[in-house]
């Protein structure tokens, strides 16, 4: 885990101190984890709780703080990260737009707030882009300057990051990445979670997986593996609505490899470990709209495992700006 100097002045600095530890939190709409890396990446103490997701902004931002006094009780620590859901602005330290699976998160002073309360300088960014870090990072390593990655997260919701030469895009608003709110010709008049219409999400993630296997069928179904359960044994309903989405987001992602030209396309989150069956129908959508000098891509899953959205969230205190106590004061 890379770590540069700090600037000394202002509200928001760049780059934690080097040869110190840093924490890394990453926040779900469900778990929060913590964990505390030494100076040379290892994890020394890990923490996680359930997210009061419920309670609203105020009580989430105290668990987060609480995360990161059970994971440091020494004050080892000279910043924190912190990985989280929404659209992140990491300059301003703002969650400029969120879905409801946080209740008011939406407007939330998420740098500043949480740097208030646990006394340590803080860099935020959205949960996506900060587990991608890493990837782009183990990209970059040998120097050869292959730096541009494209990821998506296919979870609950449908997230992603853009890295162009060794950049993470963050965007106006930190809205950079957020691909599942591309057009989807496959999702043409489904409402979306953020009040459009026609978005990737609706048809591509988990729960639009579920609710699109409920059209075909007219059935309800209580989750997303039980729909590939159903799958597995032929029903073809079942291999529809998997294939539908896979192949959705396949024709989006082989779209933005045409106009970013990747070096790497990495696939993530909970809904590709449902089956071969599902990622084969998005590399064949994937490959089918690739231009020829893209030809021989094909999607990778993540090099990480579970600690990579808590290992980028550390590393960001390395590359974003620090949001520093005092400010909401």
């Not at 002073?109 to 782009?136: F, I, W």
């Not at 979670?193 to 591509?204: P, R, S």
């Not at 599902?278 to 891509?297: D, N, Q, S, W």
Request: hydrophobic share 45%; aromatic share 2%; charged share 15%.
């Amino acid at each position: 885990m890379k770590v540069a100097s700090r600037s000394a002045t202002g509200q928001a600095g760049t780059g934690a101190v080097a040869g110190a530890a840093v924490i890394g939190l990453d926040l779900g709409g469900t778990k929060i984890a913590a964990a505390l890396f030494g100076a040379d990446g290892t994890v020394l103490a890990r923490h996680t709780r359930p997210t009061p997701a419920r309670d609203g902004a105020t009580a989430v931002l105290d668990a987060l703080a609480e995360a990161a006094a059970a994971v440091d009780p020494g004050r080892l620590a000279t910043a924190l990260g912190i990985a989280a859901a929404g659209v992140v602005d990491p300059r301003t330290g703002m969650v400029t737009s969120a879905t409801d699976s946080i209740r008011g998160w939406a407007g939330t002073a998420l740098g500043a707030g949480l740097a208030d309360r646990t006394g340590y300088p803080v860099a935020c960014d959205n949960d996506v882009r900060a587990t991608a870090g890493p990837e782009l990072a183990a990209q970059t390593a040998d120097g050869s300057g292959h730096g541009s990655l494209l990821f998506v997260a296919v979870g609950t919701g449908v997230g992603g990051a853009v890295a162009v030469d060794g950049r993470m895009l963050h965007g106006a608003a930190g809205i950079a990445g957020h691909l599942g709110h591309l057009p989807s010709p496959e999702a043409v008049g489904m409402p979306c979670t953020c009040g459009a219409t026609g978005h990737l999400e609706v048809i591509a993630s988990g729960p639009g997986i579920a609710a699109h296997y409920e059209r075909l069928t007219g059935a309800p179904v209580d989750r997303l593996e039980t729909v590939a359960a159903r799958a597995a044994r032929g029903e073809a309903a079942a291999v529809r609505a998997i294939t539908t989405g896979a192949a959705a987001t396949g024709h989006v992602l082989g779209g933005l490899a045409n106009a970013l030209g990747p070096d790497r396309v990495v696939v993530g989150g909970g809904v590709p470990r449902i089956g071969p069956l599902y990622g084969k129908a998005l590399t064949a959508a994937f490959t089918a709209e690739l231009m020829p000098p893209l030809r021989g891509l094909v999607p990778e899953a993540p090099r990480f495992g579970a600690d990579a959205a808590v290992l980028g969230a550390a590393a960001l205190t390395a590359a974003l700006p620090l949001h520093h106590p005092g400010a909401l004061r």
